[in-house]
C-alpha cells in the first residue's frame, strides 16, 4: 500500500537548519509530485514546496523562498526539504504527500496520501 514516512523533525534555534526526509513506497516516485505542507498550531495547513515527477520542477511558498530546497532521489524513493535560516515562525508539523496530479500545487485538496508528520520546532 501508498505510505509516506516523514523523520528528521527537531528542536533548532533560530537562524539554524533541519533536513527533512520523506520516504515513500507502494508507488512509483517519479510518477507523483510530491509536496511538503506544515501546519502550525491554531492555524490552517499551508504548502510549503513541490517538487514534480519527472523533470524536477519545484515551486515554493513565498514565506520559504531563498530558505528552503527540496529535491528528490529517485533511487531512494526519498524526497528531501532542506531548511536554513529557520524561523521561530517556522515551527509547525510538517507533512509530506502525494499529488493526484502532474502539475505543481500547494493546495492541499491536490494531494491523497499524507505522512503522519514530523514536528519542527524553532526556539531558542
Known amino acids: 500500500q501508498v505510505q509516506l514516512v516523514e523523520s528528521g523533525g527537531g528542536l533548532v534555534q533560530p537562524g539554524g537548519s533541519l533536513r527533512l526526509s520523506c520516504a515513500a513506497s507502494?508507488?512509483?516516485?517519479?510518477?507523483?509530485?510530491i509536496g511538503w505542507f506544515r501546519q502550525a498550531p491554531g492555524k490552517e495547513r499551508e504548502g510549503v514546496s513541490t517538487?514534480?515527477?519527472?523533470?524536477?520542477?519545484?515551486d515554493y511558498a513565498d514565506s520559504v523562498k531563498g530558505r528552503f530546497t527540496i529535491s528528490r532521489d529517485n533511487a531512494k524513493n526519498t524526497v528531501y526539504l532542506q531548511m536554513n535560516s529557520l524561523k521561530p515562525e517556522d515551527t509547525a508539523v510538517y507533512y509530506c504527500?502525494?499529488?493526484?496530479?502532474?502539475?505543481?500545487?500547494?493546495?492541499?485538496?491536490?494531494?491523497?496520501?499524507w505522512g503522519q508528520g514530523a514536528q519542527v520546532t524553532v526556539s531558542s
Open positions: 507502494g508507488f512509483t516516485l517519479d510518477d507523483y509530485a
Open positions: 504527500a502525494r499529488g493526484l496530479l502532474l502539475h505543481l500545487s500547494l493546495f492541499s485538496y491536490e494531494y491523497d496520501y
Open positions: 517538487i514534480s515527477g519527472s523533470d524536477g520542477r519545484t
